[in-house]
């Protein structure tokens, strides 16, 4: 296959974690890759090492809180990649909130900025594109944390039901012009992100088969997909859970130790 007419799939937070670990999928699928992560050096110094072809990937820096940045980084890969065929707004941060102190509403304001408004800064470049093309997907990682508000984390939960209401949105908007809206709700993934949380996680999976899984979901332009299934099964009994029962078990929770961004 020439290399012009491979696939293209964009990805933020591609340096760790479920970014890296789709990326890897990707490519081993025979498609191009373009990668945005905030330590580019370190990025395309871990993609060489990976003995990748140097025709089928490129990585651009951005933070996705930096509008600007990431619209470069989108424009960037037009220019040199084309017009991605998947755009998957993977960047973000999970960090323990805790509403009654003053400074922790600067901790929910980069939890919005980063996990929400980088969400929908990632997707804005490409979506006229992929409109007047009259193909293309776009993918939000979300959390099955979006289903209900668990003790300590209100930021995150917040954030990420935002998400699935922000891709639920699109899929609405854009379903005529034959662009695809995916959200994917990853349960507890073993990420550099995960490894620090000190309470059980449940049906913890590895990035690779994560990104297993999500490759086939993204490919068959689903919806909805809850990874690992297990975990699916939760999300349906919490969403379905009575209020007053669930406001039982959480309220005997301890709130979780919080996790500051490094």
Request: net charge positive; charged share 20%; glycine share 8%.
């Amino acid at each position: 296959m020439a290399e012009a007419s491979r696939r293209l799939i964009f990805i933020t937070g591609a340096s760790s974690g479920i970014g890296q670990a789709l990326a890897t999928r990707y490519l081993q699928a025979g498609w191009r890759v373009a990668l945005v992560a905030r330590r580019v050096a370190e990025m395309r110094e871990w993609a060489s090492s990976q003995g990748w072809p140097v025709s089928q990937w490129a990585v651009y820096e951005a933070d996705v809180r930096d509008e600007a940045a990431i619209a470069a980084a989108a424009q960037a890969c037009m220019e040199s990649q084309g017009l991605p065929d998947v755009v998957v707004a993977n960047a973000g941060i999970s960090i323990g909130v805790d509403l009654s102190l003053a400074e922790d509403l600067t901790v929910l304001r980069d939890l919005m900025d980063t996990n929400v408004i980088g969400l929908a800064a990632t997707f804005q470049p490409f979506i006229s594109a992929m409109k007047l093309r009259g193909h293309g997907t776009l993918v939000g990682v979300a959390s099955v944390a979006a289903i209900r508000g668990m003790p300590g984390h209100a930021g995150y939960c917040a954030a990420k039901a935002a998400v699935v209401q922000m891709c639920e949105t699109l899929r609405g908007e854009l379903r005529a012009h034959g662009v695809r809206v995916v959200t994917l709700a990853p349960g507890y993934i073993d990420t550099p992100l995960t490894r620090a949380n000190q309470y059980p996680m449940p049906f913890l999976m590895k990035a690779e088969a994560f990104a297993d899984q999500a490759f086939t979901a993204i490919g068959q332009g689903v919806r909805w997909r809850v990874i690992p299934w297990p975990m699916g099964l939760v999300t349906m009994l919490l969403r379905w859970m009575p209020r007053w029962l669930f406001d039982a078990i959480a309220g005997s929770q301890q709130h979780r130790k919080k996790q500051r961004r490094q």
